[in-house]
């Protein structure tokens, strides 16, 4: 006899794939730019086999598995599952095509005194800001990365895609699983969140959200700019400015979202351009000069920007499950 949860997780047949080359019209680092929507090595949504990148999803028509190879001729993508085709009509956004680089002048940053940045921008050309159009998941994501540990997030990501999330179409070179849809995140029971590890605040944010999520996916989708969709988001019991401009980064591509609230990042921005430490405020200050591309210059100073050299160790994780 076949349980609900041995079906969520069978292998499912493998139907027939839709292929299109995918010849995108400015230069694209498929992996620097797709790559940065991987939670963790150990993703369960995406991987990567040599030289092809698999990204398993759950489009507005159903669960999707990609396989994309980039060459000379283009990205060759290969799509599995009933939300194939929406998954190959959204993959130029996902690619970085609806990212706006005007405004944006790399010069301008050697004429500010920071030509390290300018070098970086040169160094990763190709680099384009991707968006999946998946409000929710990207929501759910940024909210199990509160006030965690990278480690621990990526750990209870994995386990809660893995065990309410749906088996994904298509021979991937491991299982690999799409995201619950929005009803099966707010089903998913008390205990669940707590054996993966997500603290109860972070459960009761993502299962209120749920009760709303596909008017608050509609509603970001369809606001205008970064501070209507805060509005939108922040609204939400449990979202702060921090989730709310991952979410925007993550799932619109959004080039002027900052994460103010982060526990490195404002660290991180001001001694590469300072050489010091500042706090929220100072960071804001030093990105003012590029309002509207904020998120595009954090990318190249982690990508490439003087690091602080380590003066202790690692923040050790707090493991809720054990009190």
Not at 30 to 40: H, I, K, P
Not at 240 to 248: N, V
């Amino acid at each position: 006899m076949t349980t609900t949860a041995d079906a969520a997780t069978a292998a499912p047949a493998i139907d027939l794939p839709r292929s299109i080359l995918y010849r995108p019209a400015h230069p694209l680092n498929l992996f620097r730019t797709v790559g940065v929507l991987m939670r963790g090595p150990k993703d369960p949504t995406m991987l990567v086999d040599g030289m092809t990148l698999w990204r398993a999803s759950r489009t507005p028509e159903g669960v999707a598995t990609l396989a994309l190879r980039q060459s000379s001729d283009g990205v060759h993508a290969t799509a599995w599952g009933s939300g194939a085709d929406w998954a190959l009509e959204q993959l130029p956004a996902l690619c970085g095509a609806d990212d706006d680089e005007s405004g944006f002048d790399v010069s301008s940053l050697a004429a500010a005194g920071y030509p390290f940045l300018a070098d970086v921008a040169r160094r990763t050309i190709g680099t384009r800001l991707t968006r999946t159009d998946l409000v929710f998941d990207a929501l759910a994501s940024a909210v199990i990365e509160q006030k965690v540990t990278s480690f621990q997030a990526f750990g209870a990501w994995r386990t809660l895609i893995t065990r309410f999330g749906e088996r994904a179409p298509g021979p991937t070179p491991r299982p690999m699983f799409a995201p619950p849809t929005i009803e099966g995140w707010r089903l998913i029971p008390s205990w669940a969140w707590h054996r993966a590890g997500v603290e109860p605040p972070q459960s009761r944010a993502i299962v209120r959200a749920a009760e709303r999520g596909d008017r608050i996916s509609a509603a970001v989708l369809d606001a205008q700019n970064g501070t209507d969709r805060d509005r939108v988001l922040t609204c939400l019991p449990g979202i702060g400015a921090w989730t709310s401009s991952e979410t925007r980064s993550r799932a619109l591509g959004d080039p002027d979202a900052v994460s103010v609230g982060d526990y490195h990042l404002a660290h991180q921005v001001g001694f590469a351009l300072t050489g010091s430490r500042v706090d929220d405020d100072g960071m804001l200050e030093l990105l003012a000069p590029w309002t509207g591309h904020r998120h595009r210059v954090i990318r190249l100073i982690l990508a490439g920007g003087p690091h602080e050299a380590r003066r202790g160790p690692r923040l050790a994780p707090e493991d809720h499950r054990q009190r």
